[in-house]
């Protein structure tokens, strides 16, 4: 496990970059981002549902409430990102494919 500084800075760093793809990509996309008190919630415009991203410094991870589940991703040193385990996923891949899935769009990119 790394420790919490360490954590702190990817886990800090990874959340901004993906603000600022969902940010780009939400323009055409029908949902908004928003951060609050270091949470990032993506919500739809049709007030469906909403994804909540969420640091656990506790137990160096990242939580994202979506689609009814709740998807828990580690850091990985090897790919210098944080990944869901099961899938393999990186964050913004699984971001993307969870915003795909939502909204029933496949055109959907995160960069």
Not at 5 to 33: H, M, N, P, W, Y
Not at 42 to 65: A, C, H, M, Y
């Amino acid at each position: 496990m790394i420790d919490e500084a360490t954590f702190r800075r990817v886990c800090d760093a990874a959340l901004e970059s993906l603000k600022q793809s969902l940010i780009e990509a939400e323009e055409d996309g029908g949902f908004e981002t928003e951060e609050k008190n270091g949470v990032l919630n993506v919500l739809f415009e049709d007030g469906s549902n909403k994804f909540v991203f969420t640091p656990q410094t506790p137990v160096r991870q990242i939580w994202i409430s979506a689609l009814t589940t709740s998807f828990k991703l580690e850091w990985s040193e090897e790919a210098n990102d944080f990944v869901l385990a099961k899938t393999g996923e990186a964050l913004k891949r699984l971001t993307e494919r969870l915003l795909q899935e939502q909204l029933g769009d496949e055109t959907i990119r995160l960069a």
